[in-house]
């Protein structure tokens, strides 16, 4: 049986969606755990139901604190602005495939395949929503916004992280 993580220990959800931010060449910042870590922590949470209980708490007010803020700021048509500079990412050629309207070369990142682009953090201009931003991931070689309407959604926010 896995040990109960202690009452203690910080639980905080640091974003949703997949960072592929962190995963560009030079990139500092928070890393990955590696694949017998995060087995282990699953393991661990999995096999206790106070572990799942404050991890759902965790997310369940992740969610309604955190996001709210993002709604209104959203319907009240909140301008953003840029976190720094656009970042190129070059995929490490994992897949050769079609990824909407061509054959490219990917990368995979937490299991999504992600093809050439340029990556741009924001964040709601005027405080609207304090510490979270959102990473863009546009691809030069696709239609912009799903034109036509089958195409995929171009470009697509594809993280959102908190301080």
């Not at 220990?9 to 590696?34: F, K, Q, Y």
């Not at 909140?78 to 054959?103: K, M, N, S």
């Not at 929503?129 to 863009?136: C, E, I, L, M, S």
Request: charged share 25%.
């Amino acid at each position: 049986e896995a040990p109960e993580i202690p009452p203690e220990t910080l639980l905080r959800l640091t974003g949703i969606g997949c960072d592929v931010l962190r995963a560009t060449e030079g990139h500092t910042g928070s890393s990955p755990l590696p694949a017998p870590a995060a087995a282990a922590l699953a393991e661990r949470v999995s096999s206790s139901p106070r572990a799942r209980r404050r991890l759902a708490s965790v997310v369940s007010d992740t969610i309604f604190q955190r996001l709210n803020p993002v709604a209104r700021a959203v319907t009240s048509k909140r301008r953003i602005e840029a976190c720094g500079a656009q970042v190129h990412f070059e995929p490490r050629r994992d897949l050769f495939a079609r990824e909407g309207t061509r054959d490219k070369w990917l990368q995979r990142v937490a299991g999504y395949y992600f093809a050439n682009a340029t990556l741009q953090e924001v964040r709601f201009a005027e405080c609207a929503a304090p510490g979270v931003t959102f990473t863009f991931y546009y691809d030069p070689d696709e239609p912009v916004n799903g034109d036509p309407r089958h195409a995929n959604i171009n470009p697509e926010v594809v993280c959102c992280t908190f301080e």
